[in-house]
């Protein structure tokens, strides 16, 4: 029987779902989002990793222009000072048709958007108020419009608005004393880096992430610093005594146009107290960026959801939130030890940890375990 769904936000999991259910069902859906737009002027990056590519190829991302994309072979490690530690093969994970790949989120956006723009995307889409009505659920906008329909798929953010709406206990996202910055280049400047790689440079309270983002040479920057307060005033101060401070080399990095933001992480993960309400990408939990699954996971999370109403086991038989909640935790508990092993300030510790990585990069039987259990879904 076929179903009538509100999916809230037009990120990465909302656009994918919507894909999803599009190309493969007769349901009816509609995407609201409470933008006036969708963000395509955001040129940063993403990376995707073989578990979020393989569904991508479902909605045929395998057919996106191969010059909007790249697709790096190695992660290479690296101390602050730019000396490379080692390297890690990332095409170990990889087949013909699926490949670990890089791209700017508006790259993706644009091709998600593709086919459901016109007839299944409502922006400036402000929930107002919701009620349940004859087992369906009532969503009321402020611009006086409604929509009665079976299920509401939640994906507006680690700071859901909706959420507001369904649940009376609170779960506020944590400020992780850490904060980002990105920007794009043009090319490596004078760094010893490979532009065909993603660039790890680890120091002390600090992390850097180069990698490309296309085949027209432009790289992804991200720096991630350790900070106990967010100031958007003082980030080039900050980047000075941090970064700066432990290679003076590196200003050539933030020389460009740079974004700053907070980071922030759910600390707990709660289930829908609604039956016909679940929460997918950052709005299920957010993660921090260092094992580079947010995307990923936004993805993943839009594909379970898709194959449970493909079932016709939203409601009955549905175990949505047991495997999504056991899947965020493997994927939480990496992000999180590779936020603390990333930063150590002591050099003690750091040459220690460089031993360490050097060992295990090497080792099939960790690298399945750590890596395997989250590209191979």
């Known amino acids: 029987m076929n179903k009538k769904i509100a999916i809230i936000g037009a ?32 040129g940063y990056g993403i990376q995707l990793a073989v578990n979020s590519i393989k569904i991508l190829n479902q909605i ?19 101390d602050i000072q ?8 990332l ?32 922006f400036g889409k402000k929930i107002k108020a919701v009620s349940e009505l004859k087992e369906k659920i009532l969503i009321k906008f402020d611009d006086n419009t409604n929509d009665l329909v079976d299920f509401v798929i939640v994906a507006d953010g680690i700071f859901s608005n909706t959420k507001s709406f369904f649940e009376k206990k609170k779960n506020e996202p ?16 004078s760094l010893n880096i490979s532009e065909q790689n993603i660039s790890l440079m680890l ?26 307060k967010y100031d958007p005033d003082n980030i080039m101060s900050l980047i000075k005594n941090t970064v700066l401070k432990q290679n003076p080399n590196l200003k050539i990095i933030f020389s460009n146009k740079i974004k700053s933001w907070p980071l922030y992480y759910t600390s707990k993960i709660l289930p829908s107290s609604n039956k016909k309400v679940f929460y997918i990408g950052d709005a299920f939990n957010g993660f921090l960026p260092t094992l580079a699954q947010g995307a990923g996971q936004s993805i993943e999370s839009a594909h379970e959801i898709f194959n ?11 175990s949505y939130f047991e495997d999504r909640s056991r899947r965020a935790k493997i994927v939480r508990r990496r992000s999180n030890f590779n936020f ?3 930063h150590f300030s002591s050099s003690i510790m750091q040459k220690i940890r460089n031993i360490f990585l050097k060992f295990l990069v090497n080792r099939k039987a960790f690298i399945e375990s750590y890596l395997g259990k989250v590209y191979k879904n």
Do not use: W
């Open 203 to 228: 120091g002390g309270n600090t992390h850097i992430v180069i990698y490309p983002i296309n085949k027209k040479k432009e790289l992804n920057m991200v720096c991630i610093i350790r900070s106990k």
């Open 11 to 42: 990120g990465i999991a909302g656009l994918t779902l919507a894909n999803l259910i599009k190309k493969y069902s007769d349901h009816e859906f509609m995407v609201y989002e409470r933008e006036e737009s969708l963000s395509l002027d955001e």
């Open 308 to 318: 449970l109403l493909k079932e016709d086991k939203l409601v009955n038989d549905n």
């Open 174 to 189: 944590k400020y992780k004393k850490a904060l980002a910055v990105r920007a794009i280049l043009k090319s490596k400047s």
């Open 340 to 342: 603390f092993v990333f």
């Open 60 to 78: 045929n991302f395998n057919k996106i222009n191969d010059q909007d994309i790249f697709n790096p072979s190695n992660l290479d490690f690296y």
């Open 91 to 122: 095409s170990k994970f990889n087949n013909s048709e699926i490949k670990y790949t890089t791209l700017q989120r508006s790259t993706l956006i644009e091709f998600l958007k593709e086919d459901i723009y016109t007839q299944h995307l409502r």
């Open 82 to 89: 730019n000396k490379k530690l080692c390297d890690f093969n």
